[in-house]
């Protein structure tokens, strides 16, 4: 077979690069929160197809699910939410999985955005709105990387396209799409690295807090507590613990700053101002130790919220992620590295970051994350870079031809 070389790559890449940023316009365009991802997939199901995918739809099984150590705490019911599961190319080559998350968190101050967050408007090489680059940006340049592989001929093996749901709460789209397969034996996420990659990620948990105190007059407020106060000493205990898990940092989070990360995510408390509230209900992210299990992360967060109110509920929720560093030294990433710096110019560095990804539930040696450049994410005024989706899409092109040849 003939080498496809990066200059190929770069101009099948250009001819499809309008078409690919319509299509990421229009799935920005679609909100697909938590519960509501079923616009953004059957876009992405149509692209699947015109790229050809075979794809199949996948309901996560909430009983099948909950039995499994890895999986998230589901939220919400799976009735009418799918993650779908696309296969192409029947050669003897190595197999590849590409996956993507179509779920985005919500836009939240939305009136601070200063283009519109459902938008996807173009200023200056950069689209604009929520989800953009976390991470619908990643699937355009994936799937445009499918296509601009397939110019140069049938694939060299096996194609997976995992298209799933909950990465932002869990997880448990990716756990559904690993277990019900196919697998391959080199996996790629999409998911923004802005020009390094991602192998190394932290242990994340969630947990809702309920904080219940007599509901009385104002005129009474100095005769008990006040579970919004009580908020407030239950965020100092959890911040104590935050720090006490960052006084022995692990040595793949060699030069991060505070690897293990609490964030009070939501306050919910009292509606009027001569009432002391009746509840008071906290959700909050802990982030915790590779080598740390996801239980006694649990057990940490509930003791250092007892000492704080010893009537306080604990519920556990959303993610209970393992931490995980896959190793850089694989076939896989030594072939992405390489594809890269054909493209790129530059080595591919790998960055580790203080947030979790789907990573977790493939093998150490076969997978890394690798996408598109942008900012904003979970924040106001997210976008993506353009031109950094092309580049990662003729990175991925080659990568897709090579792995397989
Ligand atoms: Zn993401």
Redesign the pocket.
Known sequence: MAIFSSLEARKAVERALPETISFLQDLVRVSSLLGNEEPAQALVEQRLRDVGFDVRSLVPDEAELVENPDSGIPLLSYEGRRCLVGTQGSGSGRSLLLNG?VDVVSEEPADRWTKPPYGAAIEDGRLYGRGAC??KGGIAAMLLAVEAALSAGDLPGPLVYQSVIE??CGGNGALAACLAGPLAEGIVIG??TNGSMDLVAPGVIWARITLEGSSRHASHADEGSNPIETAFAVTTALHELEASLNEKQEPEFAGVERPYLLNVGSLHAGDWPSMTPGRAELDVRLGFPIRMDPGEAQSLLAAAVGRADSGAKVEFRGFRARGYAFEADTPLVRLLAACHEDVRGSALVAEPVRAT?DLRFFQPGQAVCYGPTGEG?HGVDEWVDLESIAEVATVLALLIRRWGA
Do not use: W
Request: charged share 45%.
């Open positions: 998350h976390d991470m990465e932002e998911e923004p990804t994410l």
